[in-house]
T-cell receptor
């Protein structure tokens, strides 16, 4: 089982719709969760961080965390063509000598005008 | 620019040469991380460093790769005797000091695109 799993997509939604991106993780001890957006050929850009169960909203973005189910999601409301990118889920995982961030392989989102 | 600075942006090397990638963390950040990204793939953790210390190098190949973060100057990722398979984007990220289990978010540089001829 991969440590952090995401559907690779592409997830295609029409402009104005809600895009829902999902991520599962394997380490029950994980405490920190992040969503990054990466445009093609560019570096990852932090969108959201979440540490507690429940929802966290920031503008059009809502992160949802369920530690019991080991599941974290990102909702994008009123999707825009400029939201078309790859979205990376990152989870802190206990390694041999430290906690470190492990990234999923990303979900490609395509917002159709 | 107070962000994470990486250079060079693009680096071309012939097989067998050495590649040196540099990273200066954001001001106030004491933790540096290196990742490798192959085309159409996710970020793969390589190494985590603090000043003068390698904290976790579990993602780094055992041979040809090394990293350092000296007391003064940028962090360096060094690849000796490069091979075609080393061609990738190498990203550096930094974060401030943290305690316990709660990682502070990592902020990424623009990356170095390494091409091996």
């Amino acid at each position: 089982q991969k440590e952090v799993e995401q559907n690779s997509g592409p997830l295609s939604v029409p402009e104005g719709a809600i895009a829902s991106l999902n991520c599962t993780y394997s380490d029950r001890g994980s405490q920190s969760f992040f969503w990054y957006r990466q445009y093609s050929g560019k570096s990852p850009e932090l969108i959201m961080s979440i540490y507690s169960n429940g929802d966290k909203e920031d503008g059009r973005f809502t992160a949802q965390l369920n530690k019991a189910s080991q599941y974290v999601s990102l909702l994008i409301r009123d999707s825009q063509p400029s939201d078309s990118a790859t979205y990376l889920c990152a989870v802190n995982i206990r390694g041999d000598s430290s906690y470190k961030l492990i990234f999923g392989s990303g979900t490609r989102l395509l917002v159709r005008p | 620019n107070a962000g994470v600075m990486q250079n060079p942006r693009h680096l071309v090397r012939r097989r067998g040469q050495e590649a040196r990638l540099r990273c200066s963390p954001m001001k106030g950040h004491s933790h540096v991380y290196w990742y490798r990204q192959l085309p159409e793939e996710g970020l793969k953790f390589m190494v985590y460093l603090q000043k003068e210390n390698i904290i976790d190098e579990s993602g780094m190949p055992k041979e040809r790769f090394s990293a350092e973060f000296p007391k003064e100057g940028p962090s360096i990722l060094r690849i000796q005797q490069v091979v075609r398979g080393d061609s990738a984007a190498y990203f550096c990220a930094s974060s401030p000091f943290f305690e316990g289990l709660y990682n502070q978010p990592q902020h990424f540089g623009d990356g170095t695109r390494l091409s091996i001829l």
